[in-house]
């Protein structure tokens, strides 16, 4: 029978385990990842946690708290960090307080995801908790976080924002303070794209936008050499991104005439200047596409 309950998600997987293989072979490597999987196991057990799953090189847990929790990836990774098996192997941790609906030993919703992404941000040896766990956390808890970005999740429009636990004691001692990421930008507040005849605008309150050959694009472009979902733009922080996510990449071209190669990667967009999708494009030729940054002041004088 299905259960609604409220936990904290934390997913721990090992870090370059595929490199782990190729080096020492498969036998040392997969007893190297069993016995981190036992840590992390073990770790969840003594802060009350209980174990979902094991997928891989990964472990699934939850918590009645984002404080336990929190033990037990710090845990987790003091173990780990110190060597495994002579070995120099490491972790990362992601967590996610949320609503999650439990069906025998399994439990489903977006929770679970937004977790699973979490533990994508974090980088080898990183605890990466949402501002949501935050809020859940004690004080003593949370004196250890600092926020170190706000990000877009796939599946949601709204911005998240990612903390860190400083779970070494020189890391927290030291710690920086928290930036103010709510604070506005005097920056362009918002950026609007032109192909031939279609005009589409990124702004506060349309703050990403689809480009490839695709018809459900914002901006429909087609061409031999353009993805279907060949790039996008976003707005964060008042600042604007070109992400592509294509196989021929993305080529700029700015104000200055100065080009980029954009593949499988962001780059920022300011001023004015050109896009090319799957092939470099000048102003006025058929697939250029015209962006321009503008402000407020900007747009009344026009």
């Known amino acids: 029978m299905a259960k609604d309950l409220e936990v904290a998600i934390l997913f721990a997987d090992v870090v370059g385990s ?32 209980t174990v979902i799953k094991t997928i891989g090189d990964e472990v699934m847990s939850t918590f009645p708290s984002v404080d336990e929790a929190m033990g037990a990836a710090g845990q987790m990774q003091k173990r780990i960090s110190s060597g495994v098996d002579d070995m120099n192997v ?3 941790i992601g967590c996610h307080y949320g609503p999650v ?24 040896k990183q605890i990466i908790i949402s501002g949501t766990s935050v809020d859940q956390m004690s004080e003593e808890w949370r004196a250890q976080t600092r926020q170190i970005d706000v990000a877009t999740l796939r599946g949601r429009l709204d911005e998240v ?36 005849d ?9 703050n990403n936008i689809n480009m490839g050959r695709a018809d459900e694009n914002d901006l429909v472009v087609k061409g031999n050499l353009i993805s279907r979902i060949h790039a996008r733009v976003e707005m964060r922080r008042g600042k604007f991104l070109l ?7 993305t080529f700029l071209e700015n ?10 990667d962001s780059s920022e967009l300011s001023g004015e ?25 900007a747009l009344g004088s026009e």
């Open 255 to 264: 104000g200055q005439g100065e080009e980029i190669f954009v593949r499988r």
């Open 18 to 49: 595929t490199q782990l293989y190729d080096k020492f072979g498969d036998t040392k490597a997969s007893e190297t990842v069993a016995r981190c999987l036992d840590i992390m196991k073990d770790a969840t057990y003594q802060f009350n946690g």
């Open 161 to 196: 924002a990612l903390f860190e636990l400083l779970w070494q004691p020189e890391e927290a001692t030291s710690m920086l303070p928290t930036i103010d990421w709510e604070s506005k930008s005097n920056g362009p507040s918002r950026l609007v794209l032109s192909f031939r």
């Open 273 to 297: 200047g050109i896009i090319g999708l799957g092939r470099a494009a000048k102003a006025g030729t058929s697939l250029a596409i015209h962006f321009v940054c503008k402000t407020d002041l």
């Open 90 to 92: 490491t972790i990362r």
């Open 101 to 124: 609906v439990q069906e025998q030993n399994d439990i489903f919703g977006a929770a679970v995801h937004t977790a699973n992404r979490m533990t994508s941000q974090a980088k080898s």
């Open 198 to 206: 279609t005009s589409v605008m990124v702004d506060e309150s349309r």
């Open 243 to 249: 992400i592509d996510q294509s196989t021929n990449g």
